[in-house]
T-cell receptor
Framework: DQQVKQNSPSLSVQEGRISILNCDYT??????FLWYKKYPAEGPTFLIS?????DKNEDGRFTVFLNKSAKHLSLHIVPSQPGDSAVYFC??????????????FGTGTRLTIIP | DAGITQSPRHKVTETGTPVTLRCHQT?????MYWYRQDPGHGLRLIHY???????DKGEVSDGYSVSRSKTEDFLLTLESATSSQTSVYFC??????????????FGPGTRLTVL
């Protein structure tokens, strides 16, 4: 049961244009969301996050939007650059009475920026 | 970058042999995690630790065991490796302040091939 879904395995975008990566989730207990970027032969690196009390978070060229009613979040990259070519993972965590936290990851979207 | 190292970085082994992967951190973070990454599955949690000698199972724990005798080291053991355990293994750490999900930081990965 995939609780975090990235339905587009790949995406190609022209350099300088906007890249939009999408993520859907099913668990209504998720209240914190993250995006990771992964280059080949490297570990994932944290990119940006958003709490469910917000609907938007911005960091430079990267903006994450959260639509709680639709259980949907998206990552916008503007403008797209060749170095943005990577696999992007969406991740989510749920409130936990125990206190420790686990992340549930999507299957990833491979973004290719075309020069 | 978070100080996380994984060893070995590459390993080829034969079915039925035991294998131990090591994760070492210099950040004194409370939480440590082991994931595997496979095509079409994203990152899946194997086991995690919330303190020295405190561990718990993730979603794909069968065939794996872990140990954490020191804050800085988290070992993943495949008692009897199978071909289905061929994968890329990532260690991650999280500071884990309070009850909130903290961002996880990943190591560089270990590519394991079981023949």
């Amino acid at each position: 049961d995939q609780q975090v879904k990235q339905n587009s395995p790949s995406l190609s975008v022209q350099e300088g244009r906007i890249s939009i990566l999408n993520c859907d989730y099913t668990n209504s207990m998720f209240d914190y969301f993250l995006w990771y970027k992964k280059y080949p032969a490297e570990g994932p690196t944290f990119l940006i996050s958003i709490s469910s009390i917000k609907d938007k978070n911005e960091d430079g060229r990267f903006t994450v939007f959260l639509n709680k009613s639709a259980k949907h979040l998206s990552l916008h990259i503007v403008p797209s650059q060749p170095g943005d070519s990577a696999v992007y993972f969406c991740a989510a965590s749920a409130r936990s009475n125990f206190g420790n936290e686990k992340l549930t990851f999507g299957t990833g979207t491979r973004l290719t920026i075309i020069p | 970058d978070a100080g996380i190292t994984q060893s070995p970085r590459h390993k080829v082994t034969e079915t039925g042999t035991p294998v131990t992967l090591r994760c070492h951190q210099t950040e004194n973070h409370r939480y440590m995690y082991w994931y595997r990454q496979d095509p079409g599955h994203g990152l899946r949690l194997i086991h995690y630790s919330y303190g020295v000698k405190d561990t718990d199972k993730g979603e794909v724990s069968d065939g794996y065991s872990v140990s954490r005798s020191k804050t800085e080291d988290f070992l993943l053991t495949l008692e009897s490796a199978t071909s289905s355990q061929t994968s890329v293994y990532f260690c991650a750490i999280s500071e884990g302040r309070g009850r909130r999900a903290d961002t996880q930081y990943f190591g560089p990965g270990t590519r394991l091939t079981v023949l």
